[in-house]
Nanobody, 116 residues
Framework: QVQLAESGGGLVQAGGSLRLSCTAS????????MGWFRQAPGKEREFVAR????????SYADSVKGRFTISRDYAKNTVYLQMNSLKPEDTAVYYC?????????WGQGTQVTVSS
């Protein structure tokens, strides 16, 4: 069973930046479109960004377009989310998983808190 591990979250002031990382044990990301998702307190989990298996195509939620960048490193079996110009509304727990069908389990996520 795949075990996803997200890291890189933290507390940052509005306008700041963070870089999230996602790795997996028991599964390679090769061949999968990978996505980042987030869940704010009291809200449903929502899509943030995805990157195709080849890395040649990316897509973003309107709320993060122009501020976030998703990338992947095949050699390290890692997916990244570079987050710039962070806003308080970006505060959430961030998760990664395959898209559109997830791996059947989710990691614990990484908390991102943006202070105003």
């Amino acid at each position: 069973q795949v075990q996803l591990a997200e890291s890189g979250g933290g507390l940052v002031q509005a306008g700041g930046s963070l870089r999230l990382s996602c790795t997996a044990s028991g599964r390679t990301f090769s061949g999968y479109t990978m996505g980042w998702f987030r869940q704010a307190p009291g809200k449903e989990r929502e899509f943030v960004a995805r990157i195709s298996w080849s890395g040649g195509s990316t897509s973003y939620a309107d709320s993060v377009k122009g501020r976030f960048t998703i990338s992947r490193d095949y050699a390290k079996n890692t997916v990244y989310l570079q987050m710039n110009s962070l806003k308080p509304e970006d505060t959430a727990v961030y998760y990664c998983n395959a898209w559109p069908r997830d791996f059947g389990s989710w990691g614990q996520g990484t908390q991102v808190t943006v202070s105003s």
